[in-house]
């Protein structure tokens, strides 16, 4: 191959190299953002959710009068006819409640702080942020390390939604099952919705910030996309063999 043509060809290794950096630096600013979204929108559902009081709704046609929730703190009526809003509040938070009130407090709150922390922890490894500027590989493992807390949050969080959603179906049934009707049946609450976006929300965020954004990184410290593994650049024609090529031009127009 001809001293042109190397050339051309080192070029050519030199700039798909330096295009490898780009394309992932890019595409993992890309992962961060759009899991730091998600993680936000997601804190939110999951704080709403155990905030409110309307995880249990009565799902009885007959009752156009009020519009009845329960929650894991307190209960309220509402009064479809004037709008007015009465709630009664739970005795004590340390008084004898059903276990799903309790098991989903506990899961909830837990879950709303581990979230709290994985979204602090991200917002501050991300490359936007100048916190460890020069520390490009502390930053990553601090959204790796986000992932894993937001993974441990959703699924507690998951869990105590469903707790609570399965024991209301399962108490719907038994008395569907022994045909009683105390006034009122209940259904699931947009709360309990919330409870349960808010942690499939954290755990698509989590497996972002875990899987996704590992493998990509990986992809990127492949010896293709590596600036040392290029072959080393061709030399120009100088030197020994410009000297010859001197050399014999002198001794011919020496003779001439």
């Not at 043509?5 to 780009?22: D, F, N, T």
């Not at 990986?218 to 040392?228: D, F, I, R």
Request: with cysteine.
């Amino acid at each position: 191959m001809s001293w042109p043509r190397q050339w051309i060809r080192y070029l050519e290794q030199r700039q798909e190299a330096s295009l490898c950096p780009l394309a992932g630096v890019l595409m993992s600013a890309i992962l961060q953002m759009t899991a730091f979204g998600l993680t936000l929108l997601s804190a939110l559902f999951l704080l709403l959710a155990t905030c409110t009081d309307c995880w249990m709704v009565n799902a009885d046609d007959s009752l156009e009068v009020s519009h009845k929730c329960r929650g894991l703190w307190r209960e309220c009526v509402t009064n479809m006819q004037d709008g007015v809003r009465t709630c009664d509040q739970y005795d004590s938070i340390l008084a004898d409640h059903p276990v799903k009130i309790v098991v989903t407090r506990t899961l909830l709150i837990t879950a709303d702080l581990l979230v709290g922390l994985a979204l602090a922890t991200l917002l501050l490894g991300l490359d936007c942020i100048k916190f460890l500027k020069e520390e490009p590989r502390v930053k990553l493992k601090m959204c790796y390390g986000a992932g894993v807390i937001l993974g441990i949050g959703s699924i507690l969080g998951l869990v105590g939604s469903v707790w609570y959603a399965v024991d209301v179906y399962v108490e719907r049934a038994m008395l569907v099952s022994h045909n009683l009707f105390l006034g009122v049946h209940y259904d699931f609450g947009w709360s309990c919705w919330l409870g349960m976006a808010g942690s499939t929300g954290c755990f698509v965020a989590s497996v972002l910030l875990t899987c996704c954004l590992h493998a990509h990184t990986a992809v990127t410290q492949t010896p293709e996309c590596s600036p040392v593994c290029l072959p080393p650049a061709p030399n120009h024609p100088q030197g020994p063999q410009r000297r010859v090529v001197t050399s014999k031009m002198y001794t011919m127009n020496s003779r001439v």
